[in-house]
């Protein structure tokens, strides 16, 4: 009875429960990316209006600026992580420390891009331009935490 009703779940049951979890992971991934894409268009829109580039300035902004967000990125994800995988708990006092060190050295890297990319912006764009990017990319946070903090719990909206 127990080998028929096994038969029944593997060759019924599983397969759809299977291609239903599958199917929710794919559209969740799609709404991601969608939300991702949305988030993406905002800041650059809100960025342009903030800096009123010409079509010059525009043409060789933004492959700098999309260069240096993404290693601006990947500094942040690698903080995180150190901060969220290597929890303190169980650890020594100098393994903590260590830990420590690594996001202090991610933050000199950090700073350390805002310095190199400064000057390249610089080769495309004014300072006062260079300003209102700063200004533009805080107002664009702002409002996206805000928008964060609006959203219900669980919501992917």
């Given amino acids: ?8 779940l593997k ?9 239903f979890i599958s199917v929710t992971a794919v559209n969740a991934q799609r709404r991601s ?8 268009d905002a800041k650059v829109a809100i960025i342009t209006n903030r800096l ?4 010059e300035q525009s043409t060789g902004f933004w492959p700098v600026y999309n260069e240096y967000s993404q290693k601006r990125r990947d500094i942040h994800r690698a903080q995180r992580k150190i901060i969220n995988d290597k929890k303190a708990e169980g650890k020594t006092d100098e393994q903590v420390l260590g830990n420590l060190k ?26 006062n331009q ?3 990017l ?20 669980g919501s992917s909206n």
């Fill in 134 to 153: 700063y200004k533009a990319e805080k107002t664009f946070n702002d409002m996206l935490l805000q928008r964060l903090k609006q959203r219900p719990e």
């Fill in 102 to 127: 690594e996001v202090q050295e991610l933050k000199q890297r950090e700073l350390d891009l805002e310095k190199e990319y400064q000057n390249r912006f610089l080769k495309v764009i004014t300072a």
């Fill in 11 to 19: 060759h019924g049951v599983l397969p759809v429960i299977l291609l």
């Fill in 52 to 55: 009123s580039l010409t079509a």
């Fill in 33 to 40: 990316e969608d939300e991702m894409k949305k988030i993406q």
């Fill in 1 to 8: 009875m127990k080998s028929e009703l096994l038969k029944k």
């Fill in 130 to 132: 260079v300003i209102e």
